[in-house]
């Protein structure tokens, strides 16, 4: 069974900073891309950060500068350091997965999510 749990996502004042987590099991973490979304209240979900197996990323245009996505393959999990935070960075944030699980199936999962609200 694939599990992601986020964690550290609260409240901030703007320009302040928290750093969320995403531990990850049932899966061949070092197999698979991670990835942050986030969906803001009463809009789509989009993408925050990915990260591949070998430490690439690749970052939405609002948060680049801001905001880092790294991994611990020791550890099973994935990382979003977010800083200089503002207003609109308010949203649930979701981990994702995508690659070989361990069974070897390949798939997609999503965590539930944590709420960041960045207050002005």
């Known amino acids: 069974q694939v599990q992601l749990v986020e964690s550290g996502g609260g409240l901030v004042q703007a320009g302040g900073s928290l750093r969320l987590s995403c531990a990850a099991s049932?899966?061949?973490?070092?197999?698979?891309?991670m990835g942050w979304y986030r969906r803001a209240p009463g809009k789509q979900r989009e993408l925050v950060a990915t990260?591949?197996?070998?430490?690439?990323?690749n970052y939405a245009d609002s948060v680049k500068g801001r905001f880092t996505i790294s991994r611990d393959n020791a550890k099973n999990t994935v990382y979003l350091q977010m800083n200089s935070l503002k207003p609109e960075d308010t949203a649930v944030y979701s981990c994702?997965?995508?690659?070989?699980?361990?069974?070897?199936?390949?798939?997609?999962?999503w965590g539930q999510g944590t709420q960041v609200t960045v207050s002005s």
């Open positions: 990260i591949t197996s070998d430490g690439n990323t």
């Open positions: 049932g899966i061949i973490f070092s197999n698979n891309v």
């Open positions: 994702n997965a995508d690659g070989l699980d361990r069974g070897l199936r390949p798939g997609v999962s």
